[in-house]
């Protein structure tokens, strides 16, 4: 079987998810939320499937239910229907509506549906949040951006100035939110934070259970996001009519700083620079310890990281935080790869590659079989777990990071971000290489130098000896 | 704890009218001493209620074709659907042929708004030659998603083109996510489809061995099937087919010539039970290999149909011997499992077949029911001829068979086969509610919320499920147990099984966490006493 063959007409293990999927997410992160996919019901229980798996939570997504009849008479009544059993069940305060392939493909015009629907009601607009979000409109990536630019767009409105600051993230874990929060908390910011699903999807356990779980940003917050005194949005990569911070900076003026992800040095230092400016407090040195302290991680660990070469895959702007923490530790990538069709990832990177000694492949709308083509010469992959596949076919240890976790548990608390996060997962990095050499470096030594010169792997070729093992001396 | 009709009633009373007049439907007390209950089932799920039933790609991709091993499955359709079914169900398969071995795979037209717009059936086309090309499989099934039938692909015809470009069987299922109820649409278009084009066109005329038979709606989550064959083979029968667990394509073409169907999941698969009865003479026996009563209820069934002394020594010689060898093992595990009560809401079986197991544990199944059967898999398959089809289930097309004319052969008289059903369930199902205690609760279609107020009204010590109500049960204090993937363990059927299984649940009845939910701070000082300042 040749695997190294990318089939150009179609996609084989891939590497993103649909629209829908992303969508969910951030309304997981608003206070007192449902959501509910128009569509069949198959989309929204295969997502809350794959979502429940990834965060070990329930993920109660509701579906109107369409059927054969929805598509030929349209999915109106059901749409409707479903909104007042979601009602009168849960009683949330806002209701995220997305809509499907199905839903798109019969021109269903959420928009209209529900506006008329919270008339008929007599409901607050601020109920119902439509989002357009097509499966086959982009990945799952593009969802999720979809969903935070609408919410803010429909519920944000001019709002007299407050000393408020916006932070609006990408999709990254619960505990990253948690650790932003706490570094926020550290400059003594007043913030809202959009979307916080940090304990709706990491919820502790306690008594009693509630259905709808408590956190989230309020409503009212989000509503007044226009007059907050900066914007920090983690959104390096987004285009600009999915970014919310360029929203809200268009529309109300808000000082927007359009930040990559804090994870690696450089990175997060961005983040702390953006915050001393905006709060004029410095950073306090707590923080800066931490930061001496990934410092001193990264001396003591340079000579492994070195030798490793990196495939970074996931979402666009997790991996390019990712390909900093990398660049900065010598881990360098051979390949560099997103489910999403356009990204400015190659533009974004390429001019930080100068000191890389060989070349990195760039792949859009990526799927496994492509990047295990030009991962050949790899020693370690970063990413969620379908990239276990590149385990499975060629032996590239994985280091499970980003959105879906579903062969491991704890997807929902990797911390990866600020200073600390990011010396845990550099940690992960250096570890994860060390095992694969301490896996069988004496049967490397042995044949590298006991048998003889004849025997010598030639180093000047990929995949000589183990993986890990190239440059070593 | 008990709850009566009028509990049920106040607690359906949280839903607007019109929804509780149609749940209240589909819940029920089990009574036997009325001469029948009906619930209804297979109806369309209420828009906004949390429902845990899929889609008919999800029954027809997911569950029965998927698990055929040396096909590949291409899904057409944009990327999601494709993407949400890529190895979620832990349907195992080992290969002969290593090459032959898909199911690590994903294949899908990730179709984009382009298709949507100008069709998407060249695209499908071509990815059916590259498929053939670079992996030369057995055969290549087709899986249509919702928007497909939508904007009119007729994956039909790209099929018999492909056939005819590359000589292999391309078989399209048009499955879309809208047509049906839920799952159950899809496993009867895919019933449907294998039947008629695989079944039957392998070169076997008869059974190459005695005691040849076919496994049906096995699909050995966890292995559960390999635990099966090790149990039949040592018997002495020769396993001709599974559907569709670690099956495959070679071998589901000499399905025909087997001389008894075992059906372990009804509602799946008894489509093609009933048609290989009809066009090849083929009787089926209902089986239930969960659970070690069931397991060999289901073995002296098997010998008694096929009626060899040697066949039936052996039978009971096995049985004997395994039962030996766990009952002492599951004693141990039943003085932790003793006196616990369950809810078993499973798919279109399981919510059946794991009642006989939590038994023998000494655990009461005190709710039980389905995600997407029909009132049959409930009321046992008398009820059939009453069921009158409505608009969703007008919309799956019927397959009609009749007598194959070459190889229909009567494996039973009919004067036998009649006798047999008196003692034996032959080409029949009792359904779930036949072996429910009175008042315990049956439901169909269980939803988010009537799962948490079932559990604050009945307080189950184990709720076994799958994982979209999984956490909400544990967030709730109470131990789940998915039967669907088994939480990563398995195999639960037959002997081992039942063994791997009792151990599954002690553990989860034994694990200390549950004691440390309320701090010793709500309790008790950590010092006796109180200190007295200064
Ligand atoms: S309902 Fe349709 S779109 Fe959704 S998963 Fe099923 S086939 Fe795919
Ligand atoms: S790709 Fe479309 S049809 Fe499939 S799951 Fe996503 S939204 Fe549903």
């Given at each position: 079987m040749d695997t190294n063959v990318h089939f150009r007409s179609a996609t084989e293990n891939p590497c993103k998810m649909c629209m829908p999927m992303g969508a969910i997410l951030p309304f997981k992160g608003l206070e007192n939320s449902m959501v509910l996919i128009h569509g069949s019901q198959g989309c929204s229980t295969y997502m809350r499937r794959h979502m429940a798996e990834h965060f070990n939570e329930p993920i109660d997504v509701a579906s109107s239910s369409l059927n054969e009849n929805g598509t030929i008479y349209g999915g109106e009544k059901n749409l409707k229907q479903g909104l007042d059993n979601l009602m009168q069940v849960y009683a949330p305060e806002v209701i995220g509506v997305l809509t499907t392939c199905l839903a798109e493909t019969i021109g269903e015009d959420i928009d209209r549906i529900t506006s008329q629907y919270l008339q008929e009601r007599g409901l607050l607009k601020s109920l119902i949040v439509p989002v357009s979000t097509p499966g086959y409109g982009g990945s799952h990536a593009e969802g999720y951006w979809q969903a935070v630019k609408t919410i803010v767009s429909h519920l944000a409105t001019a709002t007299p100035k407050h000393s408020k600051l916006n932070v609006i993230i990408p999709d990254i874990s619960p505990a990253d939110i948690r650790e932003i929060k706490r570094i926020l908390a550290m400059m003594q910011l007043d913030y809202t934070l959009l979307p916080d699903y940090s304990t709706t999807l990491d919820r502790p356990l306690v008594k009693p259970y509630r259905k709808v779980p408590d956190g989230g940003t309020k409503i009212e917050d989000i509503m007044a996001m226009p007059g907050a005194r900066a914007t920090v949005q983690f959104g390096l990569t987004l285009e600009q009519n999915l970014s919310p911070g360029h929203y809200l900076a268009k529309e109300f003026g808000v000082p927007l700083y359009n930040l990559p992800i804090p994870i690696g040095v450089q990175n997060t230092d961005l983040f702390l620079q953006a915050l001393q400016e905006i709060?004029?407090?410095?950073?306090p040195a707590a923080l800066q310890d931490e930061r001496g302290r990934l410092l001193d991680a990264m001396v003591d660990s340079h000579k492994y990281n070195f030798q490793g070469r990196s495939v970074i895959f996931g979402e666009a702007e997790l991996v390019y935080a990712v390909c900093q923490l990398c660049l900065e530790n010598g881990v360098y990538p051979v390949t560099v790869a997103t489910g999403s069709k356009n990204s400015p990832l190659a533009q974004l990177l390429q001019p930080k590659l100068t000191d890389v000694d060989h070349p990195v492949e760039f792949i859009h709308n990526a799927d496994f079989v492509a990047i295990l083509a030009h991962s050949m010469d790899a020693n370690i992959a970063i990413g969620p777990s379908d990239g276990r596949y590149l385990t499975e076919k060629q032996g590239i240890p994985l280091v499970r990071l980003g959105?879906?976790?579903?062969?491991?548990?704890?997807g929902q608390r990797i911390l990866s971000v600020g200073y600390a996060g990011s010396m845990m997962l550099l940690d992960q990095i250096t570890n994860t290489l060390l095992a694969e050499k301490q896996r069988g470096y004496r049967q490397t030594m042995y044949d590298t130098f006991y048998r003889g010169a004849d025997r010598l792997p030639d180093a000047t070729l990929p995949n000589s000896g183990l993986r890990g093992e190239r440059h070593e001396l | 704890m008990a709850l009566d009709e009028k509990d049920l009633d106040a607690m359906l009373n949280a839903y607007p009218a019109k929804v509780k007049k149609n749940r209240k439907k589909h819940i029920l007390v089990h009574d036997s001493s009325q001469a029948r209950q009906e619930i209804e089932a297979n109806t369309r799920t209420i828009p906004g209620?949390?429902?845990?039933r899929g889609c008919a790609y999800a029954g027809c991709k997911g569950v029965v074709l998927g698990p055929l091993k040396d096909m590949v499955h291409i899904v057409h359709g944009p990327i999601g659907c494709a993407y949400y079914a890529w190895g979620t169900r832990r349907n195992k398969a080992k290969a002969e042929d290593s090459k032959q071995n898909y199911l690590n795979y994903c294949f899908s037209t990730d179709m984009q708004e382009s298709d949507i717009v100008f069709g998407g059936e060249k695209k499908l086309a071509k990815m059916i030659d590259d498929v053939v090309a670079t992996f030369h499989p057995n055969a290549i099934t087709i899986s249509a998603t919702c928007p497909v039938g939508l904007i009119g692909d007729d994956i039909g015809a790209v099929a018999k083109a492909a056939e005819q470009r590359h000589g292999i069987q391309v078989l399209g299922f048009n499955c879309e996510g809208y047509k049906g109820v839920s799952q159950s649409a899809g496993h009867h278009i895919a019933n449907n489809g294998l039947m008629d084009k695989v079944i039957g066109s392998g070169e076997l005329t008869e059974a190459p061995e005695k005691f040849a038979i076919n496994l049906l709606g096995e699909y050995n989550i966890g292995g559960d099937g390999w635990e099966i064959e090790r149990i039949l083979q040592e018997i002495g029968y020769h396993v001709?087919?599974?559907?569709?667990?670690?099956?495959?394509y070679a071998a589901l073409k000499n399905a025909h010539v087997a001389e008894l169907n075992l059906v372990q999941c009804h509602r799946s698969i008894n489509y093609i039970a009933e048609m290989l009865e009809t066009k090849y003479g083929t009787p089926w026996l209902k089986v239930n290999f969960i659970g070690i009563q069931g397991t060999i209820d289901s073995l002296r069934n098997m010998a008694i149909y096929f009626d060899d002394p040697a066949l039936t020594q052996k039978t009971e010689a096995v049985i004997a011997r395994e039962v030996a060898r766990i009952e002492p093992i599951m004693e141990q595990y039943k003085r932790l499992c003793e006196g616990k009560t369950a809810f078993c809401f499973v798919g279109g079986s399981r919510g059946h077949h794991y009642q006989g197991l939590f038994a023998e544990l000494g655990v009461k199944t005190v709710l039980a029911g389905y995600e997407f059967a029909h009132r049959d898999d409930y009321e046992g398959r008398d009820v059939i001829p009453e069921i009158k089809p409505d608009a969703d289930s007008k919309n799956i097309p019927n397959l009609t068979v009749t007598p194959d004319e070459k190889l229909f052969k009567l494996k039973i008289s009919p004067e036998r086969a009649a006798k047999l059903k008196q003692t034996i369930p032959l080409s029949n199902y009792q359904g779930l509610m036949a072996e429910m205690t009175d008042g315990s609760i049956v439901v169909d279609d269980l939803n988010h919320f009537e799962t948490e107020a079932l559990i604050k009204a009945l307080k189950p010590d184990i709720f076994a499920s799958g994982i979209k109500d999984k956490y909400v049960v544990q967030k709730m204090g109470i131990p789940a147990k998915q039967l669907h993937s088994y939480d990563y363990s398995g195999?639960?059927?037959g002997f081992n099984g039942a063994v791997n299984f009792a151990a599954d649940v002690s553990m989860a009845f034994t694990t200390p966490t549950w004691n440390y939910t309320t701090p010793p701070w709500k309790n008790q000082p950590l010092l006796a006493g109180t200190i007295e300042s200064n």
């Open positions: 709060s004029g407090v410095a950073v959105f879906p976790i579903h062969d491991r548990v704890g | 209620i949390i429902t845990n001709i087919a599974v559907m569709t667990g670690d099956g495959s195999p639960y059927a």
